[in-house]
């Protein structure tokens, strides 16, 4: 689905990742989940852009709901994942400590559970070969992608901030959507693994200029990174 000039999303406000098209070619934010692979075939075509027009893939963390077609495109296409070095194990393993689950009402979490078996959510293969990258890395791919640290959600969750969109993308540094209660709105997200760091990483989050703000989960959020992060605070 087209956002913008450049900027398109695959998924939905229940799952999402994005693609960057640009010119000298196609870079990509997160990879949802493994159906979603027919989403991104869907996307090119609509584009009428070839695979080999991808030249990266970006994880904004290393949790299951954002990997899911990494691993087939890197083996297939070639594509090379980049992911913050202190993530790197979890998207490789899949190891990562238990949090509190926190509020949910039944209707929107079964949603949740439903939605990501329609998506093979439980054949997600973790990424065998990554390159780590770190904060304030631009990375050598369509848009020039801005490495900005934002622990917290996982130690290696960052936002990806991509001027030639006039967008960040943030992963699960926060949400619009809470996939357990269905609450909408900027908001914490759930499964974090240090809350008060992604609060507090919403200072450099505030920084940023940008026009959208793009989540994993929930509404794109068209507005300044300043406000949806002051919102997220108060409704923490």
Same mark, same amino acid.
């Given at each position: 689905?087209? &956002?913008?000039? $450049?900027? #398109?999303? =695959?998924?939905? +406000?229940?799952?999402?990742?994005?693609?960057?098209?640009?010119?000298?070619?196609?870079? /990509?934010?997160?990879?949802?989940?493994?159906?979603?692979?027919?989403? &991104?075939?869907?996307?090119?075509?609509? =584009?009428?852009?070839?695979?080999?027009?991808?030249?990266?893939?970006?994880? @904004? $963390?290393?949790?299951?709901? #954002?990997?899911?077609?990494?691993?087939?495109?890197?083996?297939?296409?070639?594509?090379?994942?980049?992911? $913050?070095?202190?993530?790197?194990?979890?998207?490789?393993?899949?190891?990562?400590?238990?949090?509190?689950?926190?509020? %949910?009402?039944?209707?929107?979490?079964?949603?949740?559970?439903?939605?990501? &078996?329609?998506?093979?959510?439980?054949?997600?293969?973790?990424?065998?070969?990554? @390159?780590? !990258?770190? +904060?304030?890395?631009?990375?050598? =791919?369509?848009?020039?992608?801005?490495?900005?640290?934002?622990?917290?959600?996982?130690?290696?969750?960052?936002?990806?901030?991509?001027?030639?969109?006039?967008?960040?993308?943030?992963?699960?540094? /926060?949400?619009?959507? #809470?996939?357990? @209660?269905?609450?909408?709105?900027?908001?914490?997200?759930?499964?974090?693994?240090?809350?008060?760091?992604?609060?507090?990483?919403?200072?450099? &989050?505030?920084?940023?200029?940008?026009?959208?703000?793009?989540?994993?989960?929930?509404?794109?959020?068209?507005?300044?990174?300043?406000?949806? %992060?002051?919102? !997220?605070?108060?409704?923490?």
């Amino acid at each position: 689905m087209k &956002l913008a000039p $450049h900027l #398109h999303r =695959l998924g939905n +406000d229940i799952v999402a990742s994005y693609l960057i098209d640009l010119p000298e070619g196609i870079t /990509l934010i997160d990879a949802g989940l493994p159906g979603h692979w027919n989403d &991104l075939q869907r996307e090119l075509a609509t =584009l009428g852009r070839p695979m080999s027009d991808i030249r990266g893939l970006v994880l @904004t $963390h290393g949790d299951g709901d #954002h990997i899911g077609f990494a691993e087939r495109l890197r083996r297939e296409a070639g594509v090379p994942v980049f992911i $913050h070095a202190a993530d790197a194990h979890r998207v490789r393993t899949g190891e990562k400590p238990k949090t509190p689950m926190g509020p %949910a009402r039944i209707g929107p979490m079964l949603e949740f559970l439903a939605y990501g &078996l329609r998506k093979n959510a439980m054949r997600t293969p973790h990424v065998s070969e990554v @390159t780590e !990258v770190a +904060d304030g890395d631009v990375l050598d =791919l369509p848009g020039s992608p801005v490495v900005i640290g934002m622990p917290g959600h996982s130690p290696g969750s960052i936002a990806v901030h991509v001027p030639a969109a006039d967008a960040v993308f943030v992963g699960d540094a /926060l949400t619009t959507r #809470h996939v357990l @209660t269905g609450r909408t709105g900027a908001q914490p997200a759930p499964f974090t693994d240090e809350p008060a760091a992604a609060l507090a990483s919403l200072d450099r &989050l505030a920084a940023v200029s940008a026009s959208w703000v793009l989540p994993g989960h929930g509404a794109p959020w068209q507005g300044s990174p300043a406000d949806i %992060a002051a919102a !997220v605070r108060a409704a923490g």
